[in-house]
């Protein structure tokens, strides 16, 4: 059985947030989408800087966000930007993505937590 993408892109965003927040720790929240406590994130990020990416999704439905340019906390693991792409497409969780909605500009929205 399929599950639906009926969480919006501000949705996602809120809930990294919330479990940003906790980082270290890893939170036990519910997905924004399905409401199943299967969310992952992962970071890749360069070694020194601790700037990268972060993939984060729900492991039950199958969607999620791609945050870009973001700081991977103390205490948190994070694959190395120079991993080569085979192994990252093998360690990165496959999901859906959600995109941010377009207004009529054009424009992207923009979602704060």
Do not use: K
Request: hydrophobic residues 35%.
């Amino acid at each position: 059985m399929a599950v639906e993408q009926h969480a919006s892109y501000a949705d996602w965003q809120r809930a990294y947030g919330d479990y940003y927040e906790s980082l270290p720790d890893r939170p036990d929240l519910a997905c924004p989408n399905c409401g199943h406590h299967e969310l992952r994130l992962v970071f890749v990020a360069d070694a020194t800087e601790r700037i990268g990416y972060a993939q984060f999704s729900c492991g039950h439905c199958g969607f999620g966000i791609h945050v870009s340019r973001t700081w991977v906390p103390d205490g948190v693991e994070f694959l190395p930007i120079d991993t080569p792409v085979e192994e990252l497409d093998a360690r990165l969780p496959d999901f859906t993505l959600v995109h941010p909605p377009e207004d009529a500009d054009g424009d992207i929205e923009e979602v704060r937590f």
